[in-house]
């Protein structure tokens, strides 16, 4: 972005995702957050407290000429009219996932984009997280092997939060919650189409919406993913797993680092066999070296750390300006937000219909 560039930016929503995102765009050069929008009187205060012009409806806002950019963190189910309105009303986008509560409302907004000729994209923001980067790393570069088998999930306890996440009107619920953002880096890790879906959603607290789901898809190269999602889970289980044919690396959770297991280059030597339950067995007789004691690892295999990608979740704004100031492609594209629209809604039709969705539209 051109230090001589000036850009103006209004939040529609100001609760927990519109006060992360002023204090984001307040920390860049050239960027103003410089109002918001807001049905609810006490974020209005919160807002004008922090130095921002309170809006009193949307018109008013997007009537304003000094502004060029609109930031939408408001409930799933306004992204789509908030949007629309404000490129027709010549302002660029920046808009928070799930873009809209279904693929049929993206390609509206998106071809509205195309006919005003400005920006509209989407928060993808987990795409910067250092977990996904680390194991998008020891995919990308074959650490272990080709990958054969990936899961990827987030586990708590405490239920669907806030109020309007929990009613289907307004677009609440986990698979549009969490489930966008695992879906949409999986399909940036694997390169290739998915060919079948497989999912079941949850609704263990009772809502009308999803408070969690298992999903399975398999791609054209053979690479299978588990995606999970689960808001009633007091023993989460790792936020990832990749497999591959020479070793696995695993991350726990989002305080460890991880570790990657990997074959080293000493010749195998034959398992010894251990009592598994009732039974014995070699072929899953762990690799350690003390079977009574089963702690350390033999020789055939080397622990290494997983590799540590640098990032900064800025990008995304800055990648947004710079592609308004001087042209280029945004780093979240459309194409791809509507390609994990599509999946997640293939997701709810296997759970409804109880059957393996044969997924077309991957491309």
């Given amino acids: 972005m051109s230090p001589h560039t000036n850009h103006r930016v209004v939040i529609a929503g100001y609760g927990t995702m519109g006060d ?17 929008v807001d049905v609810d009187p006490g974020a209005l205060a919160d807002a004008e407290a922090s130095g921002l012009r309170p809006y009193s409806d949307l018109a008013e806002a997007l009537g304003d000429q000094t502004t060029d950019f609109v930031l939408i963190s408001t409930p799933n189910d306004s992204h789509h009219d908030i949007a629309v309105a404000a490129l027709q009303a010549g302002k660029n986008v920046l808009c928070e996932k ?45 650490l272990l092997g080709p990958v054969t088998h990936i899961e990827t999930r987030v586990h708590g306890s405490r239920g ?46 009772g809502h009308e919406v999803d408070d969690g789901f298992e999903a399975w898809f398999r791609f054209a190269n053979d690479v299978t993913a588990a995606v999970e999602v689960s808001t009633t889970s007091f023993l989460p289980a790792p936020l990832w797993t990749l497999r591959a044919n020479r070793g696995t690396a695993q991350i726990q959770n989002w305080a460890t680092p991880g570790r990657l297991l990997r074959l080293g280059q000493v010749e195998e030597a034959d398992a010894v066999p251990i009592l598994a339950g009732t039974g014995m067995t070699k072929t899953m007789a762990p690799r350690v070296k003390d079977y009574s004691r089963q702690h350390k690892l033999d020789d055939s295999v080397e622990t290494l750390p997983l590799p540590v990608v640098e990032a900064d979740v800025s990008d995304f704004y800055r990648n947004a300006f710079a592609v308004v100031d001087e042209g280029g492609q945004p780093v979240v594209a459309n194409a791809e937000v509507l390609r994990t629209l599509r999946l997640l809604e293939a997701c709810v039709t296997s759970h409804e219909t109880r059957e393996i969705v044969h997924f077309e539209h991957a491309g």
Avoid at 20 to 36: E, F, N, Q, S, T
Avoid at 98 to 124: C, I, K, W, Y
Avoid at 174 to 203: K, Q, Y
């Fill in 98 to 142: 799930p873009a809209t509560v279904n693929s049929a409302e993206l390609v509206d907004v998106v071809a509205e984009a195309e006919r005003a000729g400005r920006l509209f994209m989407v928060h993808q923001n987990r795409r910067w997280d250092p977990d996904y980067l680390s194991m998008k790393q020891v995919y990308d570069a074959q």
């Fill in 160 to 205: 669907i939060p806030g109020d309007w996440r929990t009613r289907k009107e307004t677009g609440g619920g986990m698979l549009l919650d969490w489930g966008v953002h695992l879906v949409d880096r999986l399909l940036l890790m694997v390169d290739s189409p998915v060919t079948d879906v497989h999912a079941h959603l949850s609704f263990a607290l």
């Fill in 20 to 36: 992360y995102h002023h204090r984001k765009l307040a920390a860049l050069p050239g960027v103003d957050v410089v109002g918001v």
